[in-house]
């Protein structure tokens, strides 16, 4: 019998920045990871400053659900 693998659909909703960083860079240990996002949106001039402009902090631990349809818009699917 194969044994094949059932990757799960991409879903848009709110994630832990950590979570979201994980999905994006799998391989990597999880500061990393994070700090490679970080990087990706800061490189970004349009993707940082629409993600930034309703009003979220910087400083929050999670990206909101709008936040994270706007990274997918720009970087794809993790």
């Not at 994070?34 to 993707?47: A, G």
Request: proline share 8%; hydrophobic share 30%.
């Amino acid at each position: 019998m194969e044994n094949h693998c059932i990757e799960e659909p991409f879903i848009i909703r709110s994630y832990r920045k950590s979570e979201l960083a994980h999905l994006y860079n799998p391989d990597m240990p999880l500061v990393p990871a994070m700090r490679k996002m970080r990087y990706w949106i800061q490189r970004n001039p349009e993707l940082y400053e629409a993600m930034y402009r309703s009003g979220e902090a910087r400083g929050d631990h999670r990206y909101t659900r709008r936040q994270v349809r706007l990274i997918v818009e720009t970087l794809g699917e993790p």
